[in-house]
């Protein structure tokens, strides 16, 4: 769903993990499955960037009047939901960029 190849993902995963960010489980109905939950330290990791966001976005649409900054969020969801909803095929495929050594 996010665009990611198995991978990558399991890299990702490796570097929330390592650095206490996330945690694999055991699936209740899959035992070949594996969950990964947020850690506690995780969560506190998303409030922060939910603030840093916030703060950014702020500061980037204290350029506009209110009313100019909420016709650009609202033309931005627009986008989102609709046309950038979709993922496009590239040919050649996008090259993924390893994990971080």
């Known amino acids: 769903m996010i665009g990611l190849d198995k991978t990558t993902m399991v890299a990702t995963v490796d570097e929330l993990e390592r650095t206490g960010l996330a945690e694999r489980g055991l699936s209740p ?3 070949r499955a594996r969950i990964i939950f947020v850690t506690a330290a ?3 990791m998303v409030a922060e960037a939910a ?3 916030e703060r950014v976005q702020t500061e980037v649409l ?3 009047s ?3 900054g909420a016709a650009l969020m609202d033309a931005l969801a627009k986008l989102v ?3 950038l909803a979709d993922q496009v095929e590239c040919t050649p495929p ?3 960029r390893g994990p971080r050594a």
Do not use: A, I, Q, T
Request: glycine share 10%; charged share 55%.
């Open 29 to 31: 109905h899959d035992r």
């Open 42 to 44: 995780g969560k506190r």
């Open 51 to 53: 603030k840093v966001k």
């Open 62 to 64: 204290s350029e506009l």
């Open 66 to 68: 209110p009313s100019e």
């Open 81 to 83: 939901e609709g046309r």
């Open 94 to 96: 996008l090259r993924r």
